[in-house]
């Protein structure tokens, strides 16, 4: 696609409950990343994917949360038994590949997590 | 593990004054990325530093590559309101690791 997708834009869901937030990357982009922001904070790196295979998944911060990639496309990140402190802004990036030096990051619009 | 900090965290300024927000790396950087955060959105790239003391220009902003490739800076000359939001840095590790960001305001 154009640009890099992320479905739902907001989701708002019970503590205790499972979510599963989707980022569809920019077709032909091999890496994808996955970040949190909190409100008024910096980007939190949790996880990236180089084709569909995880390096790094130094930044996820419990075994409550997990990612997928098929192939070099969808991804998905899940959340299970949510609590509280997930609520925040989840956004997915990607780029041509994993070399730094063929240019920055396309990000998502982000899926906004309100856990109540 | 490698840090990239940024300074300041808030700037306000008056439109036409000049804003600087400047970031710096514990370990040296094979590269340097700056990104722009509307208030509500995401973050967009500007730019990619990759040469020692490398500096770059935009329009009315900036860039600039320390000699040691440990620290940035971005400048924005005459800030206009368009130029609100929170600029971040980053560094690559890999991933990105980025700076925690310069919110500016700008008062018209």
């Known amino acids: 696609g154009a640009g890099v997708s992320q479905s739902p834009s907001n989701k708002v869901t019970e503590k205790g409950k499972d979510v599963e937030l989707r980022c569809d990357p920019i077709?032909?982009?091999?890496?994808l990343y996955w970040y949190r922001q909190r409100l008024g904070q910096g980007l939190e790196f949790l996880i990236y994917f180089q084709g569909n295979s995880a390096p790094d998944k130094s930044g996820l911060p419990s075994d409550r949360f997990s990612a997928e990639r098929t192939g070099e496309s969808v991804s998905t990140l899940t959340i299970q038994r949510t609590q509280q402190e997930d609520s925040a802004v989840y956004l997915c990036?990607?780029?041509?590949?994993?070399?730094?030096?063929?240019?920055?990051?396309?990000f998502g619009s982000g899926t906004r997590l309100t856990v109540v | 593990g490698q840090q990239v900090m940024q300074i300041p965290q808030y700037q306000h300024v008056q439109e036409g004054e000049d804003f600087t927000t400047y970031c710096n790396s514990s370990t040296t950087l094979s590269n340097i990325q700056w990104y722009k955060q509307r208030p509500g959105g995401h973050p967009v790239f500007l730019i990619q530093l990759v040469k020692s003391g490398e500096v770059k220009k935009q329009k009315r902003l900036t860039f600039q590559f320390g000699e040691a490739k440990k620290n940035s800076s971005l400048h924005i000359t005459a800030t206009q309101t368009t130029d609100v939001g929170t600029y971040f840095c980053?560094?690559?590790?890999?991933?990105?690791?980025f700076g925690q960001g310069t919110e500016l305001s700008v008062k018209p």
């Open positions: 077709s032909g982009h091999t890496a």
């Open positions: 990036a990607s780029s041509q590949n994993m070399g730094q030096r063929y240019g920055g990051y396309t």
């Open positions: 980053a560094g690559p590790r890999g991933k990105l690791i």
